[in-house]
């Protein structure tokens, strides 16, 4: 089973959505896509969730929390491979680790904490709360956004990952990701493993 965790290894740049449900982390990954002509990762979590809603009327549960990581993890994996120099991820285990430890009284399972530890990535764009919410059948705090976006910025700060908060409207949070990336992307044609070598440093 942690093999299906672990990413494949890779020179590309990686850049992760990060933060609350109902923040425009799907869209913006959309947009950045398209605007870099790459692919991106979806949340393996809202398909694996939604189905489980439709058969059982149930949400997430505890032993849920693993395959939903398999899956995310098969879904970067096969990106991985696709994409020439950047990738988007519209999450990342570590978002699963949050939620695992909101959710399950700061429970998450030693296996997922150890991937979302160890997987790394070149950029995080944390996504404020400034934005509407939008019910649907798995969101479930309309009430604790602000709680819950702390918590996402905190566990950025406590593992020393290289992030930049998202506020504002759709463009504006487009242009401010954009000028991140870029200068990922202008950094790696000077250092081609230079980006390698931040990211490495960072999960010591």
């Given at each position: ?12 740049i ?10 425009g ?14 692919p991106w ?26 395959p ?16 020439e ?12 680790m ?6 399950y ?24 709360i400034d934005?509407?919410w ?47 990336i ?5 950094h ?10 931040d ?6």
């Amino acid at each position: 089973m942690e093999e299906r965790l672990r990413q494949l290894p890779s020179d590309i740049i990686k850049v992760v959505l990060f933060g609350p449900e109902s923040t425009g982390k799907t869209t913006l990954s959309k947009d950045l896509a398209e605007h870099y002509k790459t692919p991106w990762v979806p949340e393996y979590a809202r398909e694996y969730l939604q189905d489980k809603w439709d058969q059982e009327q149930k949400t997430c549960e505890p032993h849920d929390l693993l395959p939903i990581a398999e899956g995310q993890m098969k879904l970067e994996n096969e990106a991985t491979q696709k994409a020439e120099r950047l990738l988007i991820c519209d999450t990342d285990l570590l978002e699963t680790m949050v939620y695992s430890e909101a959710y399950y009284l700061g429970y998450s399972d030693p296996v997922l904490k150890k991937y979302a530890l160890e997987n790394s990535y070149d950029l995080y764009l944390l996504t404020y709360i400034d934005t509407p919410w939008v019910k649907d059948d798995l969101r479930d705090k309309p009430g604790e956004r602000e709680e819950m976006y702390r918590y996402f910025k905190q566990t950025l700060v406590r593992y020393k990952r290289n992030f930049i908060i998202l506020k504002g409207d759709r463009e504006t949070r487009l242009k401010m990701a954009i000028e991140q990336i870029d200068k990922l992307i202008a950094h790696d044609r000077i250092h081609p493993q230079g980006h390698q070598a931040d990211r490495r440093k960072g999960d010591q």
